[in-house]
C-alpha cells in the first residue's frame, strides 16, 4: 500500500449507515455515548492530532542497556518464506524484534527507560495478541489494558485517565493498539495455527463475525428482529455496529480479508484521537502513541505488526514528532 491513506467517516455518514439496521438509533447512542466518541468523527484527517513545532524532548538515555534487553527477547531470529510471504501481503510490515528494537531505541532517544514507562495496549482479548504486548511488557514493565475485542478501546476515557495515573512521576507512556489478523502458513488470511489446536482457527474471530454481520445488511441476507443489542455481548455488538460505515469498501476489496483489518484500524484510530486528546491533560509527561495491524502467525514462527502510526505528544495533545519513519526508514 506504500503510505497508507484512509479515508475518514464524519458521524452524519456513521448515523446514515446505522439506518441499515432496526435499532440503529439506540445502538448508535449506547456505543457513541459509552465510548465518548461524538467529536473524533468529525472532520478528522490521517493525522488528527494538533501539532508543534517545538520538540520538548527529554534528555536521552544510553539506549545500548535498554535496546539490550530487547536482543535478549528476540535470539536466535532467522526469517523464512513464510514471513516473505507476509509481508507480500502487508507490504511495510516489521517482524516484532524490528519494531520492537526500532521502537525502544527511538524512545529511549526522549528519556524513556525501563523505569520511568507505562505501557499501555488496546489490543484483542485473543491469547495471540499478547505475543507483542508480553515482550513490551519484558522491557518497560507491567501493561495497563485499555482493549476488548478486536482491539477496540473500550476502557474509554475513564480506563485512560486511571491509567494516566499511574504513571510514574518522572516518567512518559507508551500506548500500542490496533486490531490484529492471522495469516496461516499456506498463506490463507483471516486464519491461523494455534498451539495444541489441529484445527486452522479464525483470527481475528471477533473481526470476522462483524464483517459477516455487515455482509448480511449490504447483500441483503440479514433477518429482521426487534431483539435488542444484549449486554452479555456488548462489545460484539458495538464492534458490529463501527464497521458498518466499510460496507462497500469491504464489498468492493480484493481479498475481504486483507481489507478487513485496515478498516477495523481506521474506526480504532478515530477513537483512540478523541480519548488520548480527552485525556492527554492527565498525563505527567509525554505520551508515544503506536497505532497499527497486528499479525498473528504459525506458532513457531515470528509474529509482524505493520505500524501506521507512531507519534511523540505532549501532555497537551500536541504532536511534537512523528517518528514513524524513525522505526519504519520510509
Known amino acids: ?100 528494537t526500532n521502537v525502544v531505541r527511538a524512545l529511549s532517544q526522549k528519556g524513556y527507560t525501563d523505569k520511568n514507562t507505562l505501557l499501555a495496549t488496546s489490543l484483542c482479548c485473543d491469547e495471540l495478541a499478547r505475543r507483542l504486548e508480553d515482550d513490551f511488557v519484558k522491557v518497560y514493565g507491567n501493561n495497563f489494558n485499555l482493549g476488548g475485542l478486536s482491539g477496540f478501546p473500550f476502557a474509554g476515557n475513564t480506563g485512560f485517565g486511571a491509567m494516566a495515573a499511574h504513571i510514574p512521576d518522572d516518567g512518559s507512556c507508551l500506548v500500542v493498539y490496533g486490531p490484529h489478523v492471522g495469516v496461516a502458513t499456506n498463506g490463507q488470511v483471516g486464519k491461523v495455527e494455534r498451539a495444541g489446536i489441529k484445527l486452522v482457527d479464525s483470527c481475528c474471530g471477533s473481526a470476522i463475525a462483524a464483517s459477516n454481520y455487515l455482509k448480511g445488511i449490504t447483500e441483503g441476507g440479514a433477518q429482521i428482529t426487534t431483539k435488542i443489542q444484549e449486554f452479555t455481548d456488548f462489545q460484539q455488538g458495538v464492534v458490529q455496529e ?52 497486528q499479525i498473528n502467525t504459525a506458532p513457531t514462527a515470528m509474529d509482524y505488526f505493520l505500524p501506521l502510526r507512531f507519534d511523540y505528544m505532549d501532555n497537551q495533545g500536541n504532536v511534537l514528532e512523528d517518528m514513524l519513519e524513525a522505526i519504519t526508514g520510509y
Open 242 to 293: 463501527l464497521i458498518l460505515p466499510h460496507g462497500k469498501r469491504l464489498a468492493d476489496a480484493e481479498d475481504r480479508m486483507v481489507e478487513l483489518p485496515y478498516a477495523l484500524y481506521e474506526s480504532q484510530d478515530l477513537l483512540m484521537a478523541d480519548i488520548v486528546q480527552t485525556g492527554c491533560g492527565r498525563v505527567r509527561n509525554n505520551i508515544a502513541l503506536l497505532g497499527g495491524i
Open 1 to 100: 500500500r506504500g503510505t497508507v491513506a484512509c479515508s475518514w467517516v464524519s458521524l452524519r455518514e456513521l448515523t446514515e449507515s446505522l439506518s441499515f439496521t432496526m435499532m440503529a438509533t439506540q445502538r448508535a447512542l449506547v456505543v457513541l455515548g459509552c465510548l465518548s466518541v461524538a467529536s473524533a468523527f468529525h472532520v478528522l484527517s490521517i493525522r488528527p492530532l494538533a501539532r508543534s513545532s517545538a520538540l520538548n524532548m527529554a534528555e536521552a538515555v544510553d539506549d545500548d542497556v535498554i535496546v539490550k534487553k530487547v536482543k535478549e527477547i528476540y535470539h536466535d531470529v532467522s526469517k523464512t518464506d513464510y514471513d516473505d510471504m507476509i509481508t507480500g501481503i502487508f507490504p511495510g510490515a516489521l517482524s516484532n524484534a524490528e519494531l520492537e
